[in-house]
């Protein structure tokens, strides 16, 4: 375990899929003496249940009381008031992180409120499920993933190792990209993909259903994600998901110009460039 490692006291502000997660793994890593869990409502008592944190508190002000790492695993319309909230309550030597989809929005909130007073890096987890809440989180979810960080301009090089250590300790592979080029390549290979899952499912008949086998199931398993923190994700990447949707609009009419010829000859041509293509992301390092 690196020298950053077991932290005096780890916060996790929200306890959801990713929250919860980072919890359930920091706890059974011992990645931290004490764990702080910012958690509220009905869900609450769920991970009080669950036993795995020091404190489970509805008052972030008492979660990051003299933490050492801070991550906030919240929506980025509940993120900026929770920033309002604690930033005079951090540690001055805190470091504070994020798990947010959409990170040009996220960082923007963390210039306005936290510089000048605690080192932050952003960073977003490339792991998930169709399934919200504490009571499908697993402390294996971050096995294998990507973890995207966006530090700021001029990065506090200890805040960044701290932060990257964290996900790495978590089983996930390190990837370094500005905040404006996250959200481009992530609209194309995450938020686009959830819209298509979405429209599939719509345009297929009910009765064609009973039919779907394991391949449509794999296809549209995303569109039964929680439509509010999708609804918040695709508007907050908007311009960018368009421009992923345009191009992949593109590709369809292509497919739709090949069908109808009657040689088949194009029709093969696009798929063998879509299985070529496919088969080259199974070399890719995960």
Known sequence: MSSHFPLARLAVL????????????AHRLRLCRELALYSRGEEREVVTAAGIADVVTEDP?????????VVIA???????????????????????????????PAMRLFQENLDGRVRWVGSHPMSGGERSG????????????VSILTPPEN??????????????SLGCR???LSALEHDRRVAAVSHLPHLLAAALIRSVDCDALDLAGPGFRDVTRIAAA???MWQEILLANRENVLAALRSFLTHLDEASVSLQTETGAALKQFLLEASERRQSFEKFPS
């Open 14 to 25: 929200g306890t959801g899929l990713i929250g919860g997660s980072v919890a359930r793994a």
């Open 174 to 176: 390190i990837v370094r």
């Open 226 to 228: 929680s439509p509010e």
């Open 155 to 168: 990065p506090d090089g200890e805040a960044l190792a701290l932060v990257e250590t964290l996900w790495l």
């Open 74 to 104: 919240l929506p980025i319309a509940a993120m900026g008031p929770v920033l309002r909230t604690v930033r005079d309550s951090l540690d001055s030597k805190a470091v504070v992180t994020d798990t947010a989809s959409v990170k040009l």
């Open 61 to 69: 002000i008492e979660a990051v009381r003299q933490a050492d790492l």
């Open 134 to 145: 504490f009571s499908f989180a697993r402390s294996n979810l971050f096995e294998g993933a």
